[in-house]
């Protein structure tokens, strides 16, 4: 695998439209016969996806998981968190299971992804993320080992204008040593919804921040650790792919300002990742 390029398989879901409009019924029929082939009615894991707006995001990250390459018994669930646009209209045309949250945030959409999901495992995915055909197998693989609890998947960004894959890639290495020294104390800090499962039973016993607060995902796998232990998978063949979006708001356009301004914030945390953080309640606390 060249790490310094986006991988081919990824241009199948590169889909040209930009609205619900603009899709093809032909799209939808493709996708359903692949997610028709997945799913199942008694699932062993739920894929719970929130998403607020993504109308076109949520068609490409649903037709990736579609082709997902598995003997696991799986189902996967969208939570409408209160879109404004045409999205609903992208899932009802989609043979998905579908719940709709009106408390803005990404805590209270997955909390109601939590409630509905059905499988024993749940694993958390996002609207603009691009999921590998083997992205289940090697999750579970790692959550279904004795003890395990909590397993936080890794993920890269699709180079687009502004951002070519070889800083990225950097990027991404530089990440990568940063996620193994927060592992060593801290591996609530590698807990990210875009590519995270969990044992759904814990899960409802802790339940998720209801307010809009980033961190939804580290909090809950935080509290999560009185259970059992958290893993990392780094299997490249568990690697998702999303947009720049993230970096670009960051970095307001630049990569070079998005993967400083980055560095310079995990620089002066370094010193606090090597002692565990102490007990504190999760739902109140403050991202410092």
């Known amino acids: ?79 409408n968190n209160n879109s404004t646009d045409q999205m609903q209209k992208t899932l009802d045309h989609l043979h998905v299971r579908t719940a709709f949250q009106p408390i803005p945030g990404w805590g209270p959409a997955r909390q109601t992804g939590l409630e509905q999901a059905r499988g024993k495992y749940l694993l958390t995915a996002d609207a603009d993320g691009i999921y590998p055909q083997d992205w289940l197998n090697e999750m579970m693989a790692v959550l279904t080992q004795p003890g395990v609890i909590c397993v936080c998947g890794r993920y890269s960004f699709i180079p687009s204008p502004g951002f070519p894959r070889w800083i990225l890639t950097i990027h991404e290495t530089l990440k990568g040593y940063l996620a193994d020294a927060r ?52 299997s490249r063949k568990a690697r998702v792919w999303t947009g720049t979006r993230t970096l670009r708001i960051e970095g307001k356009g630049s990569y070079s300002r998005a993967l400083w301004l980055k560095m310079g914030i995990e620089l002066r945390r370094m010193g606090g990742l090597f002692v565990a953080q102490a007990p504190h309640d999760t739902k109140t606390s403050l991202n410092e």
């Not at 802790?206 to 893993?231: H, L, P, S």
């Open 1 to 79: 695998m060249n790490i310094f390029k986006a991988p081919d398989w990824i241009s199948q879901f590169n889909f040209p439209y930009t609205s619900f409009d603009e899709v093809p019924q032909s799209v939808f029929d493709a996708i359903n016969r692949d997610l028709d082939s997945l799913q199942h009615l008694e699932p062993l894991a739920s894929i719970v996806i929130p998403a607020w707006n993504e109308e076109v995001n949520i068609l490409r990250s649903i037709a990736s998981l579609a082709k997902l390459k598995t003997t696991i018994p799986v189902e996967i669930l969208v939570v």
């Open 183 to 234: 592992h060593l104390k801290r591996p609530h800090l590698n807990a990210y919804g875009i590519s995270l499962g969990y044992v759904r039973e814990y899960g409802l016993k802790i339940g998720y921040v209801m307010r809009k607060v980033r961190g939804e995902d580290g909090r809950m796998c935080f509290d999560m650790m009185q259970y059992g232990k958290v893993k990392q998978v780094k």
